[in-house]
């Protein structure tokens, strides 16, 4: 397993609930970063991380949205109270150094019904 | 405002022959410019970069060209092969940021 990882794979959501989106970069990456992808659209950045830094959160779209790394490893991509407009797939991406080539999860394809 | 934009949705191009994906960006604060690909239910893969710096990079079937003044970047793959059958999207890297900011891609299709 040297790629990034993400779970879960796909996850239904009711509007309103709350959800949690994993990512397990690759081990040693200094850098993470999350992007938000709707359907037929480009990855849109979201956050970024360095270590447990969270450096530029400037792509969340509201405050609903949080995410955290706190040992500057895997990170977790909270939303809460899930809107129809929060179905996406959500792709983690990491690289080695800041300015590195970004390595991207499968994604977590979020439906909220 | 799509800072990164990618004109074309789709295109087909015959095994063997040159496959052309273009992109144009406004922000010329951008620096990097990068190419990824991507297969159904799978993440991003980096294909190849360019530095503003220089007006082309080549890597094998690969090449990007970047024209400053046109702020437009092109992917050249010659030859195409049937594998090569994705979508690709064109991304962007502001100066002094890490972050990429994605065109909405084009979806490759090579015909054996």
């Known amino acids: 397993g040297a790629g990034v990882s993400q779970s879960p794979r796909y996850k239904v959501a009711k509007r309103g609930q709350d959800v949690a989106l994993r990512c397990d970069p690759i081990?040693?990456?200094?850098?993470l970063f999350w992007y938000q992808q709707a359907l037929g659209q480009g990855p849109e950045f979201l956050t970024y991380?360095?270590?447990?830094?969270?450096?530029?959160k400037s792509g969340l779209p509201s405050d609903r949205f949080f995410a955290e790394r706190p040992e500057g490893s895997v990170s977790t991509l909270k939303i809460q109270r899930t809107q129809q407009e929060d179905s996406a797939v959500y792709l983690c991406?990491?690289?080695?150094?800041?300015?590195?080539?970004?390595?991207f999860g499968p994604g977590t394809r979020l439906t909220v019904t | 405002d799509q800072q990164v934009k990618q004109n074309s949705p789709s295109l087909s191009v015959q095994e063997g022959r040159i496959s052309i994906l273009n992109c144009d960006y406004t922000n010329s604060m951008f620096d990097y410019f990068l190419w990824y690909k991507k297969y159904p239910a799978e993440g991003p893969t980096f294909l190849i970069s360019?530095?503003?710096?220089?007006d082309k990079n080549e890597d094998g079937r690969f090449t990007v060209f970047l024209n400053k003044s046109a702020k437009h970047l092109s992917l050249h793959i010659v030859p195409s092969q049937p594998g090569d059958s994705a979508v690709y999207f064109c991304?962007?890297?502001?100066?002094?940021?890490?972050?990429?900011?994605f065109g909405s891609g084009t979806r490759l299709l090579v015909r054996p």
């Open positions: 081990s040693g990456h200094v850098s």
């Open positions: 360019i530095s503003s710096i220089k």
């Open positions: 991406a990491s690289s080695l150094n800041p300015g590195g080539e970004q390595y």
């Open positions: 991380f360095q270590n447990e830094a969270q450096l530029d």
């Open positions: 991304a962007a890297s502001p100066e002094g940021s890490y972050k990429l900011i």
